[in-house]
């Protein structure tokens, strides 16, 4: 059974940074592609980052471009997503999916995902 645990989330004020942890377990990754996402209310989920577990290229969203690191730790089988220069409007529900493929086809697309964390709330304060 493959769980996906974040963590890391809180409250930080307008420029600072966090860093997301997404513990996974119960199978072996090298194989996946792992993505990160938020949502905020009323909004639809939003892409951020993904990479192979494998290693290899990163992909990111505009919006996050510069300021977000995505990277991981296989002795930890921890994804991270590292953000700084945090603003108001990244305030949402942050949430770490695994894809059994390592294939970066539509991987901003959150139904190409099979598994998902039960995400951790990031707040920033302006």
């Known amino acids: 059974q493959v769980q996906l645990v974040e963590s890391g989330g809180g409250l930080v004020q307008a420029g600072g940074s966090l860093r997301l942890s997404c513990a996974a377990s119960?199978?072996?990754?090298?194989?996946?592609?792992m993505g990160w996402f938020r949502q905020a209310p009323g909004k639809e989920r939003e892409f951020l980052a993904a990479m192979r577990w494998s290693g290899g290229s990163t992909y990111y969203a505009d919006s996050v471009k510069g300021r977000f690191t995505i990277s991981r730790d296989n002795a930890k089988n921890t994804v991270y997503l590292q953000m700084n220069s945090l603003k108001a409007e990244d305030t949402a529900v942050y949430y770490c999916a695994a894809r059994r493929q390592q294939t970066m086809v539509l991987i901003s697309t959150p139904t190409v995902y099979d598994y998902w964390g039960q995400g951790t709330q990031v707040t920033v304060s302006s």
């Open positions: 119960g199978r072996t990754f090298s194989s996946y592609a």
